[in-house]
């Protein structure tokens, strides 16, 4: 369930992409790029304008609860959070080595 969330979430994003780049801010659009009269006489420029609009809500909406829907279906890690734990105190009682550091190159080395 979780991948099919990620899934779907990934397809809204890029159709949200896609939606948002065929809208103009200056009012041409969808219907003046692919056509010019014969898709404004097809489905409108107020129409094409109101649908571009509904879609990216749509699709917004639809990411949020897709994200939302991923959070609470996470598959939840199976006690490695305790096992981590449970190491580190044992390596806390166990003393540290002594670093091997190099000798400087006024130190004389005993043999």
């Known amino acids: 369930m979780y991948t099919l969330y990620i899934g779907l979430t990934l397809f809204a994003a890029v159709l949200l992409v896609l939606v948002v780049l065929a809208q103009n801010s200056k009012g041409g659009g969808l219907s003046s790029q692919f056509g010019g009269s014969s ?16 879609l990216t809500w749509g699709l917004a909406i639809a990411m949020m ?3 939302l ?6 598959p939840s890690p ?13 390596q806390q009682g166990v ?14 080395v005993k043999k």
């Not at 006489?41 to 509904?54: A, P, S, Y």
């Open 39 to 54: 898709a404004s006489n097809l489905i409108g420029v107020k129409k094409t304008g109101d649908l571009l609009e509904r």
């Open 65 to 67: 609860v897709f994200t």
């Open 69 to 74: 829907a991923t959070n609470f279906t996470t």
């Open 78 to 90: 199976a006690n490695t959070s305790d096992e981590l734990l449970e190491r580190a105190k044992e």
């Open 95 to 108: 003393p540290v080595a002594p670093s091997l550091k190099k000798p400087a190159a006024g130190d004389s």
